[in-house]
């Protein structure tokens, strides 16, 4: 026997669904505007043309589980811009600078979504255990950087360093990005995205010609002492043989 659902449950299910992501977008635009702390169900209420907060609380259980909503939504629409982008690079290197570039082109048309991304990781305090941003998880960005520069490393494209921190330090500057473009309006991103990818480049490339001995390298800027004259001559130097 075949159980079907009639056209009712599934519009009202579509209205549903249709009203949560209501509620979701406005959350990301409010946090992004308006902060973490002063994102209110009264304010995301206003900004989704609802009449009560109690129409957020049907859908969501509290903050906490909207915010989750939140962030997995911001996370969903940047998988869905880059994962495309990324698909078919044909070595590490391309890789990761079709990430970096595309990461950049995703703040600035979806500039909202980064903003309130950066505001929950700051500023939520979830129950213990319960982290909202999983920064370590297998699929989470960091997770996912680590396994490039990895690879990189055993394809011998890049040189030898620890992944973890380098993945930290490229999230680090990219998230900076979406500071500096809320302090600046104008702010190049493309320009930025070059600076990055050569800067990234440049840190993880492995160039044989860079290489030098610890002992017998000598560090930049530093001259080499001079000898000290013979004694006996005043500090003077000696005189030229004939």
Do not use: W
Not at 13 to 41: D, K, M, N, P, W
Not at 103 to 113: D, K, S, V, W, Y
Not at 206 to 223: E, F, G, M, V
Request: proline content about 9%; hydrophobic content about 40%; charged content about 20%.
């Amino acid at each position: 026997m075949r159980v079907t659902t009639s056209p009712t449950v599934d519009s009202q299910s579509s209205a549903s669904a249709t009203r949560r992501a209501q509620i979701v977008e406005s959350a990301i635009e409010c946090i992004a505007e308006l902060g973490y702390a002063h994102a209110s169900f009264a304010q995301i209420a206003k900004r989704a043309g609802i009449s009560s907060t109690r129409l957020i609380s049907y859908h969501f259980a509290g903050k906490e589980d909207l915010i989750r909503a939140v962030v997995q939504e911001a996370l969903r629409a940047a998988a869905a811009y880059m994962h495309p982008r990324l698909q078919g690079q044909a070595s590490p290197s391309a890789t990761l600078a079709t990430y970096i570039t595309s990461n950049l082109e995703f703040i600035g048309t979806h500039p909202a979504h980064i903003r309130a991304v950066v505001e929950i990781a700051s500023n939520a305090r979830p129950a213990p255990g319960t982290p909202i941003i999983d920064m370590s998880g297998p699929g989470s960005p960091l997770a996912l950087l680590e396994q490039l520069f990895r690879r990189g490393q055993e394809a011998g494209e890049f040189r030898a360093f620890d992944p973890r921190v380098m993945a930290v330090t490229l999230r680090a500057a990219i998230d900076t990005a979406v500071t500096e473009l809320a302090a600046n309006p104008g702010l190049d991103l493309d320009g930025y995205a070059r600076e990055l990818v050569a800067l990234f480049d440049l840190a993880t490339r492995k160039d044989p010609r860079r290489r030098c001995s610890p002992r017998t390298a000598t560090p930049p800027n530093r001259q080499r002492r001079r000898p000290d004259p013979p004694k006996g001559t005043g500090g003077r130097p000696p005189p030229a043989e004939r």
